[in-house]
């Protein structure tokens, strides 16, 4: 549980950074890039999305928690960057959608196999690995909708 915690600390930090500095003048992604990338994404066909979401899935699940720490401050930026496109509300409809990506994504690498070897856990846990993998997928699916 501690690296979800840590997790979302790098997802705030970020976004609190972005903020600060998109506040400075100093912009990591523009805001009008969001609301057009946006705007680009809906007009997708769904396999498209799916494909873009798994792809992230998949890089947490394969690199575990490097990955994982890397996407929580890439999301932790974008959210900054919506908040500057969209408002408030729409930062923190998309933070709570993050928020329980990276719990996903964090169940994936916290049943990673090479995490399990450092760990020394007597057996690798292959089972709880795949299904939080494909979990992962399934949310993907959904939130490509």
Same mark, same amino acid.
């Given at each position: 549980? %501690?690296?979800?915690?840590?997790t979302y600390v ?7 950074? @972005? ?6 003048? $100093?912009? #990591? $992604? ?13 007009? &997708? ?5 799916? @494909? ?5 899935? $998949?890089? *947490? =699940?394969a690199l575990s928690?490097? @990955?994982?720490?890397?996407l929580a401050a ?8 919506? *908040?500057?496109?969209?408002? *408030?509300?729409? =930062? #923190?409809?998309?933070? *709570?959608?993050? +928020?329980?990506? #990276?719990?996903? &994504? ?5 049943? +990673? ?10 057996? $690798?846990?292959?089972? %709880? ?17």
């Amino acid at each position: 549980m %501690r690296w979800l915690y840590f997790t979302y600390v790098v997802f705030w930090s970020a976004a609190l950074l @972005a903020l600060m500095l998109g506040a400075a003048g $100093i912009q #990591l $992604i523009k805001p009008e890039d969001v609301a057009r990338e946006l705007n680009e994404t809906a007009a &997708m066909p769904y396999e498209q999305r799916f @494909a873009q979401a798994a792809t992230q899935f $998949i890089l *947490a =699940a394969a690199l575990s928690y490097p @990955a994982l720490l890397f996407l929580a401050a890439l999301y932790g930026t974008a959210t900054a960057a919506v *908040a500057l496109a969209l408002g *408030a509300w729409q =930062a #923190l409809l998309y933070a *709570a959608v993050c +928020h329980v990506v #990276l719990l996903f &994504m964090e169940e994936a690498a916290r049943w +990673h196999p090479l995490v399990q070897k450092f760990a020394k856990r007597e057996k $690798i846990e292959w089972k %709880r690995y795949l299904l939080w993998v494909a979990a992962s997928i399934s949310l993907a699916g959904v939130l490509s909708l």
